[in-house]
């Protein structure tokens, strides 16, 4: 894939990466390590076992990133604008990611570069949203 500037962007343009199937022992392994709580790391938990929320930001990233929207060129991300996990990730969940360009501006400060909001909404097999994450990325403008 050719690298994709700011110029090459469309507002609407979507995007669709690959999938990832959760197991168990990843997301033990994730959650006692970083999100230590009864829900991410029991297995005999009321209500069953559920991925830390962080476990899937991370691995809607890899798959963001896997995907190359930009080409070669990095996915920066300057903040976001909304974070939300509307129903849990399960063991044995598998997640992919659909990731539409909102907005597109050229930087005032830095004419090299312009600001592109997205939005990434993770789904599940069933298609319910498990994820929805709004950046705002720094993308660079075609070199002259």
Request: aromatic share 4%; hydrophobic share 40%.
């Amino acid at each position: 894939m050719s690298d994709r500037y700011l110029e090459d962007l469309r507002v609407g343009e979507k995007t669709l990466t690959g999938s990832v199937t959760i197991p168990e022992a990843e997301m033990l392994a994730f959650s006692r390590q970083f999100d230590p709580q009864p829900m991410h790391t029991d297995p005999n938990v009321e209500g069953g076992l559920i991925a830390s929320g962080w476990h899937t930001a991370a691995l809607v990233m890899r798959l963001v990133a896997d995907a190359r929207p930009l080409g070669n060129l990095p996915i920066l991300g300057m903040g976001v604008d909304n974070l939300a996990w509307p129903q849990p990730v399960r063991p044995g969940d598998t997640i992919q990611v659909e990731t539409e360009v909102l907005a597109i501006r050229p930087s005032k400060s830095q004419p090299t570069h312009g600001i592109v909001k997205l939005r990434s909404t993770a789904r599940n097999q069933h298609g319910e949203v498990v994820y929805v994450v709004t950046p705002n990325c720094w993308v660079p403008r075609r070199p002259v």
